[in-house]
């Protein structure tokens, strides 16, 4: 029965399905179109499938026996388009690559798990559990409480295993960082720029507590590697001639196993209070703006094994363990559900290129026969 299903895996089927899900835009909002159509194509397969409140695409099917559930999860929006394309960014074959934004990150894994779910469910195949895929909105929209994977959560999801579609290369990447985005607000005394002992000059306040956010020791993990830190937007002044009044950072934080946001804002209140010391009218505060975390699998865990013995099956080596040093779904779903869960997609996130995302046809042909497998094997 494998056999004969992973012969339906052909070249041409993932092709076309590819062009199909590429040739509709999905940007963050707008993912609508992309749910209908992956619905009504897995209900044609015989899922249950529909499309919920907050716009996520949930397709399931139960067997009634017991047995495990394995869901796939990947999410449906894409970046914008953007003016970099010379290439269709709504689908373009050369050779084995093809084109198309949001192809890479990560429409291909999600085209890879709803044809191995469609395959499974057409075929009529008799397994035991439980199976399914979560087409969620929203997972690039920087908003915690909006994520389609949230939502499921706080909808009562629930799974034995999570398999999420990101661009992991074939590796299974068994854990992500958590991001945080601290919103640092300083006000000063603005006076004009001749009499600057006069005042308080905010940027240069600012520039303080940025030499001091500088010495905070990014964390470091045997998984994750090390997390980060980036100043990524700063704006104040008006004016050169006058002491700016009021000057913003947005800085963003990559964390590992063990670090979160509540430590971070301690670390910068500490510095906001001794720059505060130096000056009694400097005023500056502090948001958490985006707060999330960590999340990592230990290996040894059954959806990693699973993943191991489907992949050697399939391409006649286990695949290798990574983790991502970005943040995604996979924290919530790990530390919000409890759920192990791993990414394993084709693509190339050091491949990336905003202007002509790309991935190798034959990889989701691979990734669909592991797909396939890793659920024959669990609930078989
Ligand atoms: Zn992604």
Redesign the pocket.
Known sequence: MKKDILEQVTYDYVKAALEDVIAIPSESLQEKKLAEYICGRLKDAGMDASVDPHGNMVAKKKSGRTGKTIYFNS?MDTVEVGNLWTKNPYGEVDGDRFYGVGVC??QASLTGMMLAVELLSKNGVELSGEYGLCAVAR??WPCVATKGTVNLIDDGFQADMVVIG?PTNLTICRGCEGMLEVIIEVTGVPVHACNPELGVNAIEVMYEIMSEIKKIPVGTSEILNKGAINFGVIEGGSRSCVLPEKCTLKVSRFIVEGENGAQFMKQIEAILEEVKKKDERIQATAILGYDTLAGVVQDGAEVIEMLKEASREVTGKAAPLTAMRAH?DADFLINKAGIPTVAFGPGDLDAYNAGAEWVNISDVVTAVKVYITAVMNLLG
């Open positions: 999410h990150d990560c997972e690039q990101e995604m």
